[in-house]
């Protein structure tokens, strides 16, 4: 069962363009809403992460829209650039008590190619 | 550079053998999680370890453990392995009770 669906699979921006990525989620536990960007041969880089008591959350280029009435969260690229062609993936976890935190389910992946 | 040291990067071995991929977290990390990825599966986790200890388990085969040193880096063993083991295994570390979680760039075993 997959638990965090992303949109689309594969995405095609025009430089400066905004590049507009969905995630859904079920489960009603998951409290921590990263995103991550990963380059070929490249480890995941977290690039903007939120937790569920705010709505939205800005770091530079990147917005994260988050709707938790409706189980979804979105990530905006704006002015979006040639170097952010990457693969993108959100992914959820949640807190236990005493601290700490689960591991990170992922969605299957946005492969997003900006062109010049 | 996050921090996070994997050795070694690449991996090639053969049906019913045994391998041993290592992972040494960010400095003051104490948590550590592993993620297998490939192209049908996706990222998936693993386990994570905490200070030693196993913290939570995803989606581990048992032919796969893992453990976590004093020194705090951690080993993932693969053993009888099949040609479906083929991917790439990446290491994540971070400071429990706050994420987020650092990955490095990752193990690519190849079963021939």
């Known amino acids: 069962q997959q638990q965090v669906k992303q949109s689309p699979q594969s995405l095609i921006v025009q430089k400066g363009g905004i590049s507009i990525i969905n995630c859904a989620y079920e489960?009603?536990?998951?409290?921590?809403f990263p995103w991550y960007q990963q380059f070929p041969g490249k480890g995941p880089a977290l690039l903007i992460a939120?937790?569920?008591?705010?709505s939205e959350k800005k770091e530079g280029r990147f917005t994260i829209s988050f709707n938790k009435s409706a189980k979804q969260f979105s990530l905006h690229i704006m002015d979006s650039q040639p170097g952010d062609s990457a693969t993108y993936f959100c992914?959820?976890?949640?807190?236990?008590?005493?601290?700490?935190?689960?591991?990170?389910?992922f969605g299957k992946g946005t492969h997003l190619i900006i062109q010049p | 550079d996050s921090g996070v040291t994997q050795t070694p990067k690449h991996l090639i071995t053969a049906t019913g053998q045994r391998v041993t991929l290592r992972c040494s977290p960010r400095s003051g990390d104490l948590s550590v999680y592993w993620y297998q990825q490939s192209l049908d599966q996706g990222l998936q986790f693993l386990i994570q370890y905490y200070n030693g200890e196993e913290r939570a388990k995803g989606n581990i085969l048992e032919r796969f453990s893992a453990q976590q040193f004093p020194d705090l880096h951690s080993e993932l063993n693969l053993s009888s392995l099949e040609l479906g083991d083929s991917a790439l295994y990446f290491c994540?570390?971070?400071?429990?009770?706050?994420?987020?979680?650092?990955f490095g760039d990752g193990t690519r075993l190849s079963i021939l």
């Open positions: 489960n009603t536990a998951f409290d921590y």
């Open positions: 994540a570390s971070s400071v429990v009770g706050d994420q987020p979680q650092h």
């Open positions: 992914a959820a976890s949640s807190s236990y008590s005493g601290g700490g935190a689960d591991g990170l389910t």
């Open positions: 939120i937790r569920p008591d705010v």
